[in-house]
């Protein structure tokens, strides 16, 4: 779905935000109906404009990796949403057959080079990918999304280090929600002029503001036609992490106040009044996609509700190298160490 003009018009920026927001709130819905096959559920509500604005302007055929927040990215690279939330329920008809769940999708046909739970941890595959890009001189780019949580780790640095010394396809784009965990960006962060930290390190730097997919898109647009020509990129998308860190923190830490200021900040409700503001498109025009939607989504849990469960024989599938010797199935090991004494 990726480069072609209508993926990037304004309509299709609020069509796909407004499904990944509808997924995210089915994902919440899986969890209450005990359907999700973890605990743990990091739902991007709220920054629906950074994966957008970025999805829109990459090309099939590149490629990224997520942190653990990572739903809206994928679904904004063209994820199935039944797919998906098969994935997300521990079903075999998932991205990784259910083994994966919400905090490691991975698919390689979408160029999803993998979600990781560890801060910081998916940054560096994409300086590998990058160096691969330019040593078979294929066209790609690739792209690290992490939260603001990543910047204060030091991987994130030596990976921006190389990309820049190395002159690689690169873009480190950083969500940043304001908030790790309970802990906000001001309070981990001495100096939040990120851009200039980037550009230090020899990268094009900038900091966009996240409720504004447009604005997202266009920064994006820049900076990756850049990192394609050798020149790597950061990108700090600021924008509101609008419910707890997971699904069981309801945001003690933070005020009604601040809470309230950083929900007015919604990139679908400033997205939806620019359509209807500009005439691009109606009110009744918007609904509809919001509807369809809904059904999609609606779709998407039914589908995974009734998936059905891994086979038991395929727990060790595609976990183990094809050179390396499957491991024992515990039973038929705890048989045979003790079979004598049974
Ligand atoms: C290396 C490491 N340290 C700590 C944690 C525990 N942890 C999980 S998520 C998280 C906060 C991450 O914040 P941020 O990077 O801003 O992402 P967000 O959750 O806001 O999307 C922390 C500290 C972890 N997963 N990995
Ligand atoms: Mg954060």
């Not at 020899?202 to 990192?227: C, F, H, P, T, Y």
């Not at 933070?254 to 007015?264: D, T, Y």
């Amino acid at each position: 779905m990726a480069d072609d003009a209508s993926n990037r018009s304004g309509v299709q920026l609020y069509r796909t935000m407004r499904r990944i927001r509808t997924f995210e709130e089915r994902v919440g819905e899986l969890f209450v109906r005990q359907e999700t096959a973890g605990s743990m559920l990091h739902l991007s509500i709220g920054e629906e404009g950074a994966a957008v604005g970025v999805g829109a302007v990459l090309r099939d055929g590149d490629s990224f990796t997520t942190h653990h927040r990572g739903h809206g990215i994928f679904l904004a690279r063209g994820a199935d949403p039944n797919r998906m939330m098969a994935e997300i329920a521990g079903k075999a008809a998932g991205y990784c057959a259910g083994k994966g769940g919400s905090m490691h999708i991975a698919d390689m046909a979408l160029g999803h080079l993998g979600a990781n739970a560890i801060v910081g941890g998916g940054i560096p595959a994409v300086v590998g990918a990058g160096l691969s890009y330019r040593h078979h001189r294929k066209p790609n780019v690739s792209v690290a999304f992490f939260g603001d949580g990543a910047l204060q780790q030091g991987i994130l640095y030596e990976s921006m280090n190389m990309a820049a010394l190395w002159r690689l396809p690169v873009l480190f784009v950083c969500i940043n929600n304001q908030y790790g965990m309970g802990t906000r960006i001001d309070h981990a962060a001495a100096s939040l002029a990120f851009d200039e930290r980037a550009r230090s390190f020899g990268l094009l730097g900038e900091i966009v503001d996240g409720s504004d997919v447009e604005a997202v898109r266009q920064a994006a647009d820049s900076l990756l036609a850049a990192a394609r020509g050798g020149r790597a990129g950061f990108l700090a998308i600021d924008c509101f992490r609008f419910y707890g860190h997971a699904r069981m923190d309801k945001s003690p830490y933070r005020s009604a106040e601040e809470e309230a200021a950083g929900r007015a900040r919604d990139p679908l409700a400033r997205q939806h009044a620019r359509l209807v503001g500009d005439g691009v498109a109606s009110e009744e025009d918007l609904a509809a996609i919001d509807s369809a939607a809904a059904a999609e989504m609606d779709a998407a849990v039914d589908f995974a509700i009734a998936a059905e469960r891994p086979e038991p024989a395929a727990l060790f599938r595609d976990v183990y190298g094809p050179d390396q010797p499957p491991p024992v199935p515990l039973a038929e090991r705890l048989d045979r160490v003790l079979g004598a004494r049974r």
